[in-house]
């Protein structure tokens, strides 16, 4: 059973930093990527960031410059450090982690329960 418990969500100010963090249960190489998608009120839900498990990084335009998604394989997390926020970022932060990459997506994925970011302007 895989578990993937984010943390670090909350309320911050535009121009503000948090850092979000993935802590999985077990190790994250049974993982071929891991990632970290958002969802805010009526929007669908989208890719924010990812990391293979080779260590290379994909991230939405709109993100860019601001966000670093980073992995940490001997405690078995993966972070989004975000910064310069703005109010278009509010939203829930989901943790997400595939195996077996398909042209669709992953053979199986697996997400956390989400935290909440709230940019304030």
């Known amino acids: 059973q895989v578990q993937l418990v984010e943390s670090g969500g909350g309320l911050v100010q535009t121009g503000g930093s948090l850092r979000l963090a993935c802590a999985a249960s077990g190790s994250i190489f049974r993982f071929d990527a891991m990632g970290w998608y958002r969802q805010a009120p009526g929007k669908q839900r989208e890719l924010v960031a990812a990391?293979?498990?080779?260590?290379?990084?994909n991230y939405a335009d709109s993100v860019k410059g601001r966000f670093t998604i980073s992995r940490d394989n001997a405690k078995s997390t993966v972070d989004l450090q975000m910064n310069s926020l703005k109010p278009e970022d509010t939203a829930v932060y989901y943790c997400?982690?595939?195996?077996?990459?398909?042209?669709?997506?992953?053979?199986?994925?697996?997400w956390g329960q989400g935290t909440q970011v709230t940019v304030s302007s």
């Open positions: 990391i293979t498990r080779g260590g290379r990084t």
């Open positions: 997400n982690a595939g195996v077996l990459r398909t042209p669709t997506g992953y053979e199986y994925e697996y």
